[in-house]
Structures are given as C-alpha cells and as structure tokens.
C-alpha cells in the first residue's frame, strides 16, 4: 500500500488566492456566502476592498462577475459545485461563456465526498454541463499541490474556466516540481497492459490499483487528465494504441463526464475497449466520504476487479 | 429647465429611432418592435444628451456605461448607435441576418459598441452592478446606466440584484425601468402582478422616481437629480407605452414579439412621418 500524506484542496486555493491577489491588482473574488468553505475568506482578510459576498445569492455573483470582468477584472467566483452548475447555469452560460469573459469559478464540494449532506448537495453532473459549454475550459486538480498549479494557470489564461475542487482531504500524489500545463495529461506511472485515466480524487486511487495489478503481473499505466476541457486527445491516443484497453475513473456521472471526453477520442482516433468507472445514472444518499465512494465502486478493488476482467478478455480474444 | 431646443432636437431623433424600430423589424421579418418603442425616448435621451460617451473611441475609459438588460429591444439600441456615428447606417439593415453583426439579442463579441451581451432576463442589471462595483474599485467617476423591463421583472435575479446594489450603495448606477405594463403574453398585472412597484424598490432600498417615459424633460431632471443621490442606487420608473408611436402596436401584447407585415409597416411607417 502506497502512503502519502493528505492535504486540502479548498485550503490550497485559499492560499494561492492570497498570493495571487498580491501579484494582481485586477483579481476580484466572490462568494455566496460560504466564504468559509470556499476559503474565500482568505482573500478577504488580505484584500477586503477586493471581496465581495453576495449572500445565498448565485444568479446575481455571476452576472455580477460578468460586468466586473467586462470593466477588466479577473474574477474569483467560488461557491459549491452543485450551485455553479445548476442554481446559476444560465448566468454562467449567457453572461460568463456566451462572452468569453474572464472569470475562473472555483467549485468546491465536487462529486459525492461531500458525504453526509446527501444528494441536494453532491455534485456528479457539472463536468458534462461544464464542458458542453462553448468557450468554457474545465480543470479538476488531483491534490492539493495540483490545485495551486491549477489555479494560477487559469489566472493567467484567457476566458473562462470551472475548476473543480473536493470538499475532503485527498492524498498528495504530485510534487511541486511536476510539469502542470492546462490541456495536457501527465503520465504518473508507466505500463503496456491496460491505461488507468483518471482525474480528481481518483488519480490517487488509480495509482494504488496500478500497485496492486503488478502484483497480479499486470502491468498498467496510470494517466492525470487534470483537464477535461480541451481534452489530451494526443495523449489518450498514443495511450490506446499502447494499451489497447483503456479504464476512466471519475467521481462523477459516468455520463458525459472524463469518461465520454475519452470515450470520443478514442472512437475517433483509435477504437479500443474503454471501461468508465463513475457514478451510474442515480443521484446520491448520505454517507460518510469513504462509504459512498465504496458503494459506487470509487475505489481501487473495483479498479483492479475490472482491470483484471479486462485483461482476461483481452488475453483471451 | 432643459432647453427647448434640446426638447426640439431629442423629439426628432426619437422618431427617427423608432422609423428605424419599424424598419428593421419588418425587413428582419421578426423581433420585438412593442418593446423597442416604449423605451425609445429613453434610449434617444441617454445617446443623444444623457451619456458621456464618444463614438470615435468607444472603448475610452472615462465613458458612461449603457446596459439594455431587457435585451429583446435591442433595434432601438442599434438605431441609436448607428444613429450616434457609431457604425454606418445601412448595417441596420441587416438585423437578425446570418453573418450580422446586429443579432437578434445584443452580443458584445459580434457588435464591440455595446457594454454586455443581454437577452437572457434578469441579467443586465447585474453586469451594470458588476461596472458599477469596478467604478468604484478603481475610483473612476463615470455613471453606469442600465434599462430593464417590467416583464423582466418577474426574474428573481433582478431582486437578488437589488439586494447587492442597495447594501454596496451603488450611488454610481442609475437605472430605468421601462414600465409599458405589457408582457409577451399580457398585461405584467394579470401575468404576475408587480404593483406596488415603486414600493417594492424603495423597501429594498433604492432612492426611487417616478417618471412619464415620453417626456423628455421629465427623464433628463430625474437623471439629473440621480446624479445627486448619495449612498443609493437610483431607480427610475418610466411609464411608457408599449408600442409607442404606432396607433395599433400601442398597449396591445401582440406586437411584443412579433413584426409588421406589409400593410401594418406602410401604415406605422405613414404614422411616423407625422
């Protein structure tokens, strides 16, 4: 079993923010009232003239975000990712990505591992209503470090981004100096048997499967798609014709989410058999973190279960 | 006083406006005509007399900001950009065709002279408290000028917005409310009824005016006195005419989304000459 130390993603944003907001004058960042679970407030003891709470408020602090940055602002939109996506997906949409606009929405509270607050407050939908959005680009960091690298990459990038955060803390499995480009999976372990792509909370996963598959004498190679939007299509291309068997795990819908980007590429560019490892087409229960990432099959046993079927049928075929 | 050669000069260009309101209409084959007359006065009134703005450098910084939240009445808009020298006239022609500049709802990235792309209810008036917020953030003195619409109002975006505007007193926004009564399927008081309007503004915290919409003095005082208005947003509520200036588009619902036919262009077009 591999050990690595965990930390938190949100508190990672939060200190990024401050350091960001001292290299850029332009950075504005709000919240809805939840500037405590977004760590927002880390931003607003450093710049208060530069925060703004809207209160239970969605729809108005992202249009909001819209005119700010049509007077050349950068902004910080943070709130939970199941309100980004839903409650304001039209602001989001006709204000934010119809004009291309410079406001990066950081979604805390990503997936089911916000836990015990049930399915009015999990998010698996919002990487495919994210990503079918024209102009809008999608980030889901795996770790703590990643996340830091994440968001600076957005802030200097043009347009509009949803990043996508978890709510728990998750293991470190990158190191400062590991190579973050927005658009580009990084290949975190090496293999020709099968390819493990995953992103968020599940690349750690991925990783303690590929561990266990060696010990099984298969040999898997684990892929980060930190960014769902512009997907790696080269890389999830080179990957298929190395594999030729491909499993995608997500904390999200096995609907339109990592998956389904894969998915398409690989119908595309190279036909091989693609496994989606997601939560299925329900909406989530209470549940402590753990217990609900068990009970749909988010865990590395399913992922080595799978794999080995796999690779089964593949040796067989 | 405003002078009445001002009075003289904004009434001509008014109807102007609206002979382009009716023509691009009928030349797209569709749109929102009702709309777009009601709030013409107003329009003219910030374009030609109220904004702060400059044709030759619409991206100067100093300029008044102008955001038409209730986005359907956009021709009157164009006209009057077009009208203001920012773009050659025979563009407006062009409204609502494929590879057009001037779409069916405003967007930015196609037409650069407008401050936000509208059409989605509810929204503008949070992009205006959005500039109005950077004013301040940047200490710039320019006014942040929106119009949205009564229909409009039944967004809970718009109340979520007046919220935020009072509690920052935005005194640097000042906003008009195109009150011709009359939504897409009837009079906003059998759809969903909005009265006491100018109650509910003041309770939420906005200084509030009541103004005749078609009255030119009347529009340039209010904004006059909003530019007084210390530690509050300002709404005016201008009641206007739906349809304004065309006998059979006025006060009836069925020209809010639809265009002259033939006959009915000629017939408003007569009616604008006068």
Known sequence: ?317 | MVEESVIKKLAAQAKIIRRWIVEMTYRAGSGHPGGSLSCADIVTALYFHILRHDPKDHKWSERDRFVLSKGHSCPALYAALAESGYFAIDELFTLRKLGSRLQGHPSVLKLPYLEASTGSLGQGLSMAIGMALAAKIDKKDYKVYALIGDGESNEGNIWEAALFAAHHKLDNLIVFLDRNRIQLDDFTEKILSLEPLADKWKAFGWEVKEIDGHNFEEIINAVDWAKQVKSKPVMIIAHTIKGKGVSFMENTAEFHGKAPNKEQYEQAMKELEK
Not at chain 1, 9 to 31: I, M, S
Not at chain 1, 158 to 175: A, S
Not at chain 1, 192 to 204: C, E, H, P, Q, Y
């Open chain 1, 1 to 317: 079993m591999i050990e690595w130390k965990k930390a938190n993603q949100r508190k990672a944003f939060g200190e990024v923010l401050v350091e960001l907001g001292k290299e850029c004058n332009d950075l504005v960042a709000l919240t809805a009232d939840l500037s405590t679970s977004t760590r927002t407030s880390e931003f607003e003891k450093s710049y208060p003239s530069r925060f703004f709470n809207f209160g239970v408020a969605e729809q108005n602090m992202f249009t909001t975000a819209a005119g700010l940055a049509l007077s050349n602002k950068i902004v910080i939109a943070s709130t939970f990712a199941v309100f980004a996506s839903g409650r304001a997906l039209d602001q989001i949409r006709q204000s934010i990505a119809y004009q291309n606009l410079n406001v990066k929405i950081v979604a805390t509270h990503g997936g089911v591992t916000v836990g015990a607050d049930g399915a009015s407050h999990q998010c698996i939908d919002d990487l495919g209503i994210m990503t079918t959005l024209p102009n809008m680009k999608v980030v889901v960091p795996c770790d703590a470090i990643e996340t830091k690298k994440a968001v600076r990459a957005c802030i200097n990038a043009q347009g509009p981004f949803y990043i996508r955060l978890g709510r728990e803390d998750v293991p470190t499995v990158t190191k400062g100096d590991d190579k973050f480009e927005l658009g580009k999976g990084n290949v975190l372990k090496d293999g020709k048997d099968i390819a493990l792509i995953a992103t968020g909370i599940m690349v750690s996963k991925c990783l303690i499967a590929a561990q266990e598959l060696a010990e099984r004498g298969i040999n898997a190679k684990v892929i980060n798609i930190h960014t769902i939007k512009p997907i790696d299509r080269a890389l999830i291309k080179k990957v298929a014709e190395e594999t030729n068997l491909i499993i995608t795990a997500e904390e999200h819908s096995i609907f339109n989410g990592l998956g389904a980007m894969v998915s398409y590429v690989v119908c595309e560019d190279k036909p091989v058999r693609v496994e989606r490892i997601g939560i299925p087409d329900v909406f989530g229960e209470s549940g402590s973190a753990e217990e609900l990432m068990e009970k749909y099959g988010l865990s590395a046993e399913n992922i080595v279960d799978k794999a080995v079927k796999l690779m089964k049928e593949k040796r067989e075929s």
